[in-house]
C-alpha cells in the first residue's frame, strides 16, 4: 500500500468496510468517472485510474 494514498478515502469508505462495501463504492466511482461517461475529461480519467488502484489493493484481504 502506497503510504502517501489513503485507498479507504478515494473510494469514500471507512478501514472497517467489508468486501462488499468496496466492491458497491467501486462500481459506484467507476461509473461516475468511466472516461465513455467523461469523454475528453482528463481530470474524470485521472480520477477513474485513482478508483482503480484503490479497488485493486483494497479488493485483496492480503494488501489491505
Do not use: C, Q, W
Not at 471507512?14 to 467501486?26: G, L, V
Not at 465513455?36 to 492480503?62: C, M, Q, S, T
Amino acid at each position: 500500500m502506497d503510504p502517501k494514498k489513503n485507498y479507504y478515502e478515494i473510494l469514500g469508505l471507512r478501514e472497517e468496510a467489508s468486501a462488499e462495501e468496496i466492491r458497491k463504492a467501486f462500481r459506484r466511482m467507476a461509473r461516475k468517472f468511466h472516461p465513455d461517461v467523461n469523454p475528453g475529461d482528463k481530470g474524470a480519467e485521472a480520477k477513474f485510474k485513482e478508483v482503480n488502484e484503490a479497488h485493486e489493493i483494497l479488493r485483496d484481504p492480503k494488501r489491505r
